[in-house]
Every structure is written in C-alpha cells, then in structure tokens.
C-alpha cells in the first residue's frame, strides 16, 4: 500500500464530485474471464496510468494482493477511477472464484450497477458457466442493474456470437446485443453500433434483424407503452429517445446491453466508456440502504445529497503493514470531509459472529486525519468525499466490514447486508512456541478485515479452527497469516464426539479412606439409564430413610455432573443423554463429607461405564443444499455415500431444487470443497446442529 500526495489536476479530479456525473459499476464474472485485464486497459485507454500492466507479470492496479501475484487471479475488492468526459466511475474489480463471493457482495454494495464480463470462448461449450450464472442471480436478487462485456475477443478460440446467443440462453429475457462485431477475415476490426447504424456502410450480416430486437426489447423493458404503439405503427423512433428509454430499461433491471471488447488492441473501449456513462444509472437513481439511529429509531430515507446527513459504509477493510488498517467506504449520503470527527456504528453480520459488545454492536467516535481516493493499493489524498462516490480512510481503530460511518452529532446506523457463511474447517497451531504471540496479534487483524473468516477456539478439541468459504479462501488467509510474522501449521480438524451408557446399570460408588485425623467416606447406590437422544443428563433421589443425608445429595449429583464432563472411557469425549437415580448410600457422622460424596458419584458413574458400556455419539447437522437441477442426481448419490439422509425435496427457482438432509459432521469437513467440485461451483449449502446419534463401530 503506498500513500502519495496528488497533483492539482488529480485533486480537481478526484474531489468532491456531483452525484449526477458519478457510476460505480462493479466487474463481475467467471475467475480468468478478463475482468482485470478490462480494467487495466480502460486505465491505460482514459490515461489515469500511463501503459496497461499484465495479471501474467503482477503489475496491474487491481492484483496488488501478494495472493493475488502469486495466484494470478483476484482475491480481494479493488477499486480503479477512470474519468471520461465530465464522468467519474469508479471501476470495482472483484474476483470470480467462488471461494471469495464475499468480495463480490461487498461490490454489489458499493456499486450502481454491474457490468459481467464473459470471455468470448465461453460460447463454444454452448452455455454459460453455472457458477457465472449463480453470480447472475446473486446480481438479479438485489436489484442490479447489469450489462454483458464480451471479453478476450482476441483469444484464438473466440467466437463473439456463440457467446453472445449463449448469454441469452443461459441470463435469460431481456440480453440483446448493442454492438456488433466487426470483422476483417476472423480478426474484429471494429463494432458496429445498432441503435446508430454506424459505421455506414460496414453493417455486419443479420444487423438489420439484430437492430429490430434491439429495440423491441428496448421499449418493452423500459414499460414505455406509448413508444411501443410508435414502433409497433412503424414509426421511425428518434435516437436520443431510444437511448433514453435504453437507460431507463437497464436501471430497471430489465435489459442488459451487450458489448463485445477486445482489451489488447482497444476495440470497443469507447462504445463501453460511452454505455457507462450513459446507460447505467448514477448514485441518484439506485435505491439506497434503509437507515435508522443507532438506538433503532427511525429516520428518513437517505438520498445521494452532497448536504445531506453524512452516511457512509466501510464495504472492505485490509491491513498493511505500512499505512495500518484501510477502510475503503461507499458515502451514500452527505459529504466525508478530511480532519473531522465521525461516528463508528456497528453490528455483526448474520449468520457470522465477530468481535462486538453484548448487545451484537459497537460503537465510537474516531478523528479522520485524511481521506484518500483510491487506485488499487495506491491513496491519493483528497479533502473530501461526497455523496455517491468511493473512498478510503486509514487508521480506524474501530471500523469493521459492513460499519457505518456517519456524523459524531448525528449518529446512524445502515442496514445490514448479508453475507455467506463460511463452511470449511481449518485447524492451525503455531509452528513454535515463538509464533504463538504473533499468531494472536495476526489473527486478530486479518479476522476484522475479513468478514467471512470465523475464528473458532474449540473447548472440547483445544483447537483452533479458522472457518474459511474454501481452500482457495484458506490459502489466501493462511498467507496472509505467515506475511504477518506467524509460521502456522495445519492439523486435521477434530469433530466433538460425545459417550453415554449402552444398558441400565445398577452400580455402587464407594469412596472409604481412612488416616490420621478424620477419613473419607461415602457411599452410594445409583441406577443408571440410557435416554432418547437429546435429553441431556437427568438426576433423581429416591433415598429414604436418611441413608443418605439429606444435605449430601447434591453433592452426588454434582460429582456425576463432573465426571460427566470428564466423560467415560479413555477418549474423554463429554458423556450425555442418561438419567441416575440414587436409591440407597452409607455415611458416616463424622469421616463423611461434601467431597467425600462427589467423589463416591463420579466413581458410580465410572463403574457403570465398565460394566455395561460406552456408546460413542456423533454429532449429526442438517444441511439445506440449493442445487441446479442438472446436478441433482450426482448431490443425492454423494449424500448417500456420506451416510446422509434426505429429508425431502422441493422447488427453488427456475432450474433449482432445494435438498433437505441430515448429515454426520465428519462427513461434513470437506464438503465445501467437494459440492462446488461435483457442480461447478453453481450449487450452496447450509448447516446447523441437530443432534447427536449413535457412530459406527470403529469411529
């Protein structure tokens, strides 16, 4: 991360800017489908830098993650300005591998729109990638406005209309074409405009046929039924107006613009700058998060208002070892100014759990010393921020993922947005004993950074877990954890098993010592009985005539309760589900005591472990699986091999089903790698505790 002071001209450029002139677009797309080529060479294409650097060498603007470089793909959020014409847009590159939907999220926050990005070879295997089409309905789900980029129309297998037919196929209603190819042999050469019918005389084959869909579809997404009667009567439509419609239609979520680009030789650059500006919404058109008070109270909805109350959002934070920790912050409202005091508010994320006070938030005032506009890990400062654009602010010692920032005087509080569970296990220790201190410290910083990392410090196995959303993620975090100064190994993950009793078991527990002074000594007879799964321990007195003293039974109760934790065989797994009943005992008036007791109950429960058995219990989950049906008959078959069972079925969207199973969860500990393998990264899972059930022998 580097810090430089800007020139003039790129404090003019990059100060507070209207609203109205601001796009926020968000790339998103399949892992190496070009995304962050495009936004090296629309920098380069605008002079925001001076030549395009390449994801081959790690030296593009995005990649300056060192997982990145070493990875050659993304795996952070990075944020790019480019400037065309009077416009600011803020290009947020994000990855494409599944591992990190969570960066996608925080773009989809951030952003006003998407653009995905599809190579051109993509259309040859007659589909989209189902994983590209998941990303497609996490867009469609918040209301994204979308356009198509046809990317790496330079590869040797591209073919730009195989693609194009299977974006339709594939996104569905609604993706038409804007620009045609082109061509010169197989090489594009340029792009022929549909609406304009430029350049005259070089209109590719079937663009009369292309234009006409292009325009119906125009009119009937942008629900202008009068415009429609025009058309329909064969009147000939003005260009401005069908461009206004044309915004209009992809703000509603409708019709998504296809544009084919080639980002080595610049084609279609221009066409794509000119449909960012002028067919994708500004901040002032997109719906913003709903706000309250930071005591829950209500508040008017915000709008992108420079003078508005000042609402931001810290969609992404990272550490470097340099500038500390970064906080890049989406204003939605107000104007973010440079030496003022703002308002950290707060709450943790649903289903995650991370660091807060009791009540699930946190609050604090904090000074901003500077406010920074940011070129990938470059900060230029700037005096402000205002409503609609994207910053970054350093040094918040409070600020999380998913925070607001807002006035100290007028505190507020953003709504929450969602973001993926994490589901793979990974257990790590220090390499030595000299790491531990620099594990705690580096652990600490990178699970504030990253909101769909979990640390889990298990009681029962004494390990501990970081829950990752897959092994790309694990190897990102596990990287970062060893550039942070701690050398961390990884050891199998450990599942907390539980024990109880296999039969009733009538047992005596006696505990008699005798030395100099007073002794020891208690007796107790206990019946013991298996119960259902799930009824915990349960405790009973049936004593009469005192032979045992009244105030002793508790301590007999409390000593099986500590044996139990202590549980019942060598394994020492926690014992559950029996119930024991005290039905006679001895003591002594005076060699008995409260020890003496607790002692006699453990040593009962003990004898009865040896005398009827232990029966060792695993914990089972129940899953929800969301899966394209497609793949619905390889994901039973698998449950079935992980001794699952399905507890139904049932519709979940056009081409998706909804499996319910109950799971044991060792066979769970690597199924987030294996589902997305078996479904090409399409299908999603979710778990949580059921209950514990009898294990095979041999566990």
């Not at 014992?575 to 005076?590: C, E, P, Q, R, Y």
């Not at 999603?684 to 566990?699: D, K």
Request: net charge negative.
């Amino acid at each position: 991360m580097t810090v430089r002071a800007a020139s003039r001209s790129e404090t003019r450029i990059t100060g507070v800017v209207d609203p109205a002139k601001v796009r926020n677009v968000v790339l998103v797309g399949p892992s190496g489908g070009g995304k962050t080529t495009l936004v090296e060479a629309l920098l380069a294409h605008t002079s925001a830098i001076p030549r395009a650097g390449t994801v081959t060498d790690g030296t593009t603007v995005c990649d300056h993650d060192p997982a990145a470089v070493r990875q050659q793909r993304s795996v952070a959020l990075a944020v790019a300005p480019v400037h065309h014409e009077e416009y600011k847009i803020n290009l947020i590159d994000t990855p494409g591998y599944g591992d990190f939907v969570g960066e996608l999220r925080a773009g989809l926050r951030a952003a006003d729109a998407a653009l995905f990005v599809i190579p051109a070879n993509e259309g040859r295997e007659g589909a989209i990638d189902p994983a590209t089409v998941a990303q497609w309905e996490e867009c469609a789900a918040v209301g994204m406005p979308r356009a198509v980029v046809v990317a790496r129309c330079d590869h040797a297998r591209a073919d730009q209309e195989s693609t194009i037919a299977a974006c339709q196929e594939s996104f569905g209603a609604g993706v038409a074409p804007l620009y045609l190819p082109i061509r010169d042999g197989e090489s594009m050469t340029g792009l022929y405009a549909l609406l304009s019918q430029t350049p005259a005389g070089q209109a590719p084959d079937g663009a009369e046929e292309a234009r006409a869909a292009l325009i119906e579809g125009i009119i009937e997404q942008s629900e202008d039924e009068t415009l429609m009667e025009r058309y329909l009567e064969g009147e000939d439509i003005e260009l401005t107006t069908l461009i206004d419609d044309l915004e209009k239609a992809v703000s509603l979520g409708t019709f998504h613009p296809v544009i084919p680009v080639c980002a080595s030789s610049g084609i279609g650059l221009d066409a794509l700058l000119e449909v960012l500006v002028g067919g994708f919404p500004s901040p002032l058109s997109h719906p913003l998060p709903s706000v309250s008070g930071i005591d829950g109270s209500d508040r008017d909805a915000l709008s992108a208002d420079l003078n508005g109350p000042l609402a931001a959002e810290v969609v992404r934070t990272s550490a470097d070892a340099y500038v500390g920790r970064v906080s890049l912050v989406r204003v939605f409202s107000g104007t973010l100014r440079a030496d003022t005091t703002v308002h950290i508010s707060g709450h943790t994320f649903i289903p995650m759990q991370r660091s807060s006070s009791e009540d699930g938030g946190h609050d604090a005032d904090e000074r901003l010393a500077h406010v920074y506009s940011p070129m990938g890990a470059t900060l230029n400062p700037v005096e402000a921020c205002g409503a609609g654009d994207i910053c970054a602010l350093t040094k918040l010692g409070s600020a999380e993922t998913g925070d607001t920032v807002s006035a100290s005087d007028n505190p507020l509080l953003l709504e929450c947005w969602d973001l993926p569970e994490p589901l793979l296990p990974v257990a790590i220790t220090a390499h030595t004993r000299g790491d531990e201190d620099a594990l705690v410290k580096t652990l600490a910083k990178i699970v504030a950074a990253d909101p769909t990392l979990r640390l889990d410090r298990n009681q029962e196995t004494h390990q501990t877990v970081l829950w990752c959303m897959g092994e790309a993620h694990a190897d990102v975090v596990l990287s970062r954890l060893r550039a942070g100064g701690a050398e961390v190994d990884t050891e199998p993950v450990q599942v907390a098993m539980r024990e109880t009793i296999a039969k009733p078991a009538r047992v005596t527990g006696r505990h008699v010592k005798q030395s100099g002074g007073h002794g020891q000594y208690a007796v107790c007879h206990v019946e013991f009985a298996p119960l259902p799964r799930g009824e915990g321990f349960v405790f009973e007195s049936k004593v009469v005539g005192g032979s045992v003293p009244t105030q002793y039974i508790p301590s007999v109760e409390k000593g099986l309760r500590a044996q139990l934790e202590r549980g019942l065989s060598d394994a020492k797994h926690p014992a559950v589900d029996l119930k024991a009943t005290l039905v006679d005992g001895k003591a002594h008036s005076v060699d008995s005591s409260d020890a003496a007791f607790q002692t006699a109950g453990a040593l009962a429960l003990r004898e009865a472990a040896a005398s009827c058995g232990v029966v060792l219990l695993e914990p089972v989950d129940q899953v929800e699986i969301r899966i394209p049906d497609d793949f619905l008959g390889a994901v039973l078959g698998d449950l079935s091999g992980r001794r699952g069972r399905v507890l139904g079925t049932e519709v979940a969207g056009p081409g998706r089903t909804m499996v319910r199973a109950e799971v044991p969860a060792i066979q769970l500990i690597r199924y987030a790698v294996d589902l997305r393998a078996m479904t090409s990264g399409a299908a999603a899972f979710t778990r949580s505790f059921s209950r514990y059930e009898e294990a095979p022998q041999g566990r």
